[in-house]
Nanobody, 121 residues
Framework: QVQLQESGPGLVKPSQTLSLTCTVS??????????WSWIRQPPGKGLEWMGV???????YYSPSLKSRTSISRDTSKNQFSLQLSSVTPEDTAVYYC?????????????WGKGTLVTVSS
């Protein structure tokens, strides 16, 4: 059973870079053909897919966030990470890492518990 766990600071100042890590257990992030996503949910709003890193390290981002988002991985630690630059209070959200059960990108079947990140001075 794949398990995902988000970690990172819960408070980030405006204009700074938000950095989160997802630690994966029960499966390798390099296993073909899985794709590992970051998703967020602002308070009172719906889920927003942010981007994905595939088993081969290739990345794809939501067009609305592409200019500020970077997803990377550390295969030695079986982790993948999110960086979101130039944050504003509108980036306050619960951030999730997730993965589908198959080779498609959606829907997500495995989710971390989520971590709340607040952007505030």
């Amino acid at each position: 059973q794949v398990q995902l766990q988000e970690s990172g600071p819960g408070l980030v100042k405006p204009s700074q870079t938000l950095s989160l890590t997802c630690t994966v257990s029960g499966g390798s992030i390099t296993t073909s053909y899985y794709a590992w996503s970051w998703i967020r949910q602002p308070p009172g709003k719906g889920l927003e897919w942010m981007g994905v890193i595939a088993y081969d390290g290739s990345t794809y981002y939501s067009p609305s966030l592409k200019s500020r988002t970077s997803i990377s991985r550390d295969t030695s630690k079986n982790q993948f990470s999110l960086q979101l630059s130039s944050v504003t209070p509108e980036d306050t959200a619960v951030y999730y890492c997730a993965r589908p059960d198959g080779s498609s990108w959606f829907p997500m079947d495995y989710w971390g518990k989520g971590t709340l990140v607040t952007v505030s001075s």
